[in-house]
C-alpha cells in the first residue's frame, strides 16, 4: 500500500509538471459520464474560454492521485466497465475526434 501510495505520488509530480498551463482532464473511476455531445460542448467551452492546451489523464490500474484529481478542471469516466490503458487510449482519441466533427458539424459522429 505504502509502494502505491508512493508510485501514485510521484506519478502526480510528473503530470502536474507536464500539464502546467493546459487544462486537466483527468479519466478516473469517480468521474462523470458524459455523452459525445457533452463533451463536444465542454471542448468547446474550454476553447470559446480562451485555452488552446489540454491535457487528458488517464488513471492507472491503481487509479490518480487525489492530487491530480483536485486539479482536474473535469473528471471524466469512460465506462462503469474496466479497459486496458491502451484501449482507453484509442477511444479517448476517438472520443476526441468526434467531439470536434460534432464542433463543426461533421457527419462523423451520427
Given at each position: 500500500?505504502?509502494?502505491i501510495s508512493l508510485a501514485l505520488n510521484l506519478e502526480a509530480d510528473r503530470?502536474?509538471?507536464?500539464a502546467e498551463g493546459s487544462v486537466l482532464i483527468a479519466l478516473c473511476i469517480e468521474g462523470k459520464s458524459v455523452s459525445s455531445e457533452q463533451l463536444a460542448s465542454q471542448l468547446r467551452d474550454i476553447a470559446l474560454h480562451?485555452?488552446?492546451?489540454?491535457?487528458?489523464?488517464?488513471?492507472?490500474?491503481?487509479?490518480?492521485?487525489?492530487?491530480?484529481?483536485q486539479k482536474a478542471f473535469l473528471r471524466l469516466s469512460m465506462s462503469a466497465m474496466t479497459f486496458p490503458?491502451?484501449?482507453?487510449r484509442v477511444m479517448l482519441i476517438?472520443?476526441?475526434?468526434?467531439?470536434?466533427q460534432i464542433i463543426h458539424n461533421g457527419k462523423y459522429h451520427k
Open positions: 500500500e505504502s509502494q503530470i502536474l509538471a507536464s480562451g485555452t488552446s492546451k489540454i491535457s487528458f489523464v488517464i488513471g492507472s490500474s491503481f487509479g490518480l492521485s487525489d492530487r491530480v484529481k490503458h491502451q484501449m482507453a476517438e472520443q476526441i475526434y468526434r467531439s470536434f
